[in-house]
């Protein structure tokens, strides 16, 4: 989707924007990664804030916009900036947040910011369950790609884990971003983010070792994660047929990657056994 920018958008929309802000003194255009017609960060009499918008005919991104907007009451105040207002008007649905200010987690072998995604992973799986409100099922979302028992659960899970995303401040790793979620297990986006390690640099032997500093993935049966690890390397081979693209590719080895290690260890494991 084309990025707007501040004066494309309706004379209507950017009065009542100011309204939420007091005199807008600088826009500042941003489009790193999101689906939203319009983001930006904000600087005006009242604070600065993150905005991101869509046309009301635009569907992926007018869908994510309500998601989030409905989602952010629900999520823990210390690790997701909040919504502090929405505008609907002129055809466009807008979100302010809190700016978050902090840089994008090093996800790399070695990085410090390690230990705080699996802080906050631990964090928001334990705030996440039982699931706050209704979304839609992992079972309905992965269902074609593996058994829906194994991903069924009551946490409400952020999915989308690439590392712009999650942003550091202070040592402390905050999350953004969550028009994609599921409620199903609580180790998800712990074993989704393995796939993001593996593709920075990791073994695969390194990041599960890292997967299992998080509660809930340490308890997860392996036969499950194994067979998550096959979904998704099918999944992500299906995304790199439909599209040629660089960061759709490295997922794709990553995940692949994954899978054969996960089937080295059932290989090993039923050596052992018999």
Not at 195 to 202: P, S, Y
Not at 221 to 243: D, G, V, Y
């Amino acid at each position: 989707m084309s990025q707007h920018q501040w004066h494309d958008l309706p004379p209507q929309v950017r009065t009542e924007i100011a309204r939420k802000t007091g005199d807008v003194r600088s826009v500042q255009v941003t489009s790193a990664g999101s689906v939203a017609a319009f983001t930006a960060t904000i600087d005006a009499g009242h604070g600065t804030y993150f905005c991101k918008g869509a046309p009301t005919t635009a569907g992926p991104a007018l869908r994510a916009a309500r998601i989030e907007a409905r989602l952010n009451p629900h999520l823990p105040e210390a690790l997701v900036p909040r919504l502090r207002w929405t505008i609907e008007a002129a055809g466009w649905v807008v979100l302010g947040f809190d700016v978050c200010p902090g840089r994008h987690a090093d996800l790399r072998p070695g990085s410090s910011d390690l230990p705080a995604v699996a802080a906050t992973l631990t964090k928001l799986a334990a705030a996440l369950t039982p699931c706050p409100l209704q979304v839609q099922p992992a079972t309905a979302r992965w269902g074609a790609w593996i058994n829906p028992d194994l991903v069924d659960g009551d946490t409400l899970a952020h999915t989308d884990v690439t590392s712009k995303n999650f942003l550091v401040v202070d040592r402390v790793v905050h999350v953004v971003d969550w028009a994609m979620p599921v409620r199903g297990a609580a180790w998800i986006d712990t074993a989704r983010m393995i796939v993001r390690l593996i593709r920075a640099g990791h073994s695969p032997g390194q990041a599960e070792q890292w997967a299992r500093g998080v509660p809930a993935y340490s308890a997860a049966p392996a036969p499950t994660i194994t067979a998550f690890a096959h979904a998704a390397a099918k999944l992500n081979a299906h995304r790199r047929r439909q599209r040629a693209a660089e960061h759709v590719n490295q997922l794709a080895s990553a995940a692949a990657a994954w899978s054969a290690f996960r089937s080295a260890g059932e290989t090993e494991t039923y050596t052992l056994r018999y």
